[in-house]
């Protein structure tokens, strides 16, 4: 009970972007298809579950004066793990993201997280909660990238979706919506409808 | 000469870390309560980053670039170290700060105190490593030009900071829904900055 409020609390309620407030920059800039969306969020959740374990796995020899050294090596040799796979496997998407994956390391979720969960806590409920939080990181990812594809360019997941008479009879793509300003609006609207529903979240 | 100011202009405004890629947004809403702690911030962030940009640059161009070991020797030429860039990277910018802060501490104590709590936060500033990897990207000819690409984009991220904590002062007294409150409003207000700032693009000095 208790591991799986680990991992479902940072999806709703201490969603790590939209309560919390980490790892904002790359939340916006690889939001503008659903694919590097998606691989974005599986390459964060990787590396905060293993950052996170790994930490708590040494969180009692750390010595503490050196400890963000430590753990920004730790983080690094994880993203070179990744940024490396990624260019094997999926080459295109791993250039789409660009200098995003690199900057998994300054993600804020993944110190936050390794400062105020890891450092205190067993390595198992730290695996879990790295985890959650890298969930609840990708499920705005996508939320995001599922509207501004669909809106922006009429497709999902690359494939077309929006039908092609509707563009016959003089519907438009919105190309604002690929634009990087509008990643803001869109998150800023999608906290106004989360904090609608779960009123506890309101800023007073 | 021109070219460089050009190069200012563009990641000052065109190109701001802030509005064109979301770098530093964490400390960016965190810390845009009042004006004077964000021009701290702003300070703090243009310093490391001028500072930053071109020792990493060296490193790219000495150490890590495909053939860039060159100066050891010909049997070091097909060496490519690239793969252990953000590692490095990370360091440089973990010790310059370090390093930053001992000697602000020991020559500039006013300036010291001012920046005080922000220069260690600044080692995991997205915007920092950022530009580092942009500098990589991009493939900056000169440490001239990296160099003032740093400062270009230090100087904008502080004008952004800035602007919208300014606009948050004011926003205190007025009507919010109560959703919207704090976060949501100060990612909308970012976004119609940034709407702002693309009427900048195509700009030619």
Redesign the interface.
């Known amino acids: 009970m208790k591991n799986l409020k680990l991992i479902l609390n940072p999806l709703n309620d201490e969603n790590p972007i939209?309560v919390q407030?980490?790892?904002?920059?790359?939340?916006?800039?690889v939001t503008v298809q659903m694919k590097p969306a998606i691989v974005m969020a599986l390459s964060v959740i990787v590396v905060t579950a293993f950052s996170n374990l790994i930490i708590s796995l040494g969180r009692n020899t750390i010595p503490p004066r050196i400890r963000?050294?430590v753990q920004?090596?730790v983080v690094?040799?994880l993203?070179?793990v990744v940024?490396?796979v990624l260019k094997a496997y999926v080459y295109d998407v791993s250039k789409k993201l660009?200098?995003f994956v690199?900057?998994i390391?300054?993600?804020?979720i993944l110190?936050g997280r390794l400062e105020a969960f890891a450092m205190a806590n067993k390595p198992w409920a730290s695996f879990l909660d790295g985890i959650g939080n890298g969930a609840g990181y990708g499920l705005i990812l996508v939320a995001l990238s599922t509207l501004r594809e669909l809106l922006g360019s009429g497709s999902l997941m690359g494939y077309q979706v929006v039908p092609d008479s509707f563009y016959r009879i003089g519907y438009m793509d919105n190309g604002m919506m690929i634009?990087?300003?509008?990643?803001?609006?869109t998150?800023?609207?999608i906290?106004?409808?989360?904090?609608?529903f779960n009123?506890k979240l309101?800023?007073? | 000469m021109e070219n460089l100011f050009d190069l200012f202009i563009r990641n000052v405004f065109t190109e701001n870390m802030i509005f064109a890629y979301f770098l530093g947004m964490c400390s960016y809403l965190a810390v845009s309560k009042t004006v004077k702690t964000s021009m701290g911030l702003g300070i703090a962030v243009i310093f490391v980053i001028t500072v930053t940009v071109p020792v990493n640059w060296l490193m790219e161009n000495y150490l890590l670039k495909a053939g860039a070991l060159k100066w050891l020797g010909p049997a070091f030429a097909e060496v490519d170290l690239s793969f252990l860039s953000f590692l490095l990277f990370i360091a440089v910018i973990a010790a310059m700060v370090q390093l930053i802060e001992m000697i602000v501490e020991k020559t500039a104590p006013a300036l010291y105190n001012a920046l005080g709590i922000f220069l260690p936060l600044i080692a995991v500033n997205c915007a920092v490593l950022g530009a580092a990897l942009f500098m990589q990207e991009r493939e900056y000819g000169t440490i001239v030009e990296a160099t003032v690409y740093g400062f270009g984009a230090g100087f904008g991220w502080a004008l952004a900071i800035v602007v919208l904590t300014a606009i948050r002062e004011k926003l205190k007294y007025s009507n919010v829904p109560p959703p919207l409150r704090g976060l949501g409003l100060a990612f909308i207000i970012t976004g119609l900055l940034a709407i702002a700032f693309m009427g900048f693009s195509g700009i030619k000095v």
């Open positions: 939209t407030v980490l790892g904002i920059c790359s939340a916006l800039a963000i050294i920004l090596v690094a040799f993203v070179i940024d490396q660009s200098v690199g900057l390391i300054t993600n804020c110190m634009l990087p300003p509008m990643a803001l609006i998150i800023g609207i906290i106004w409808l989360q904090r609608g009123r309101i800023e007073k």
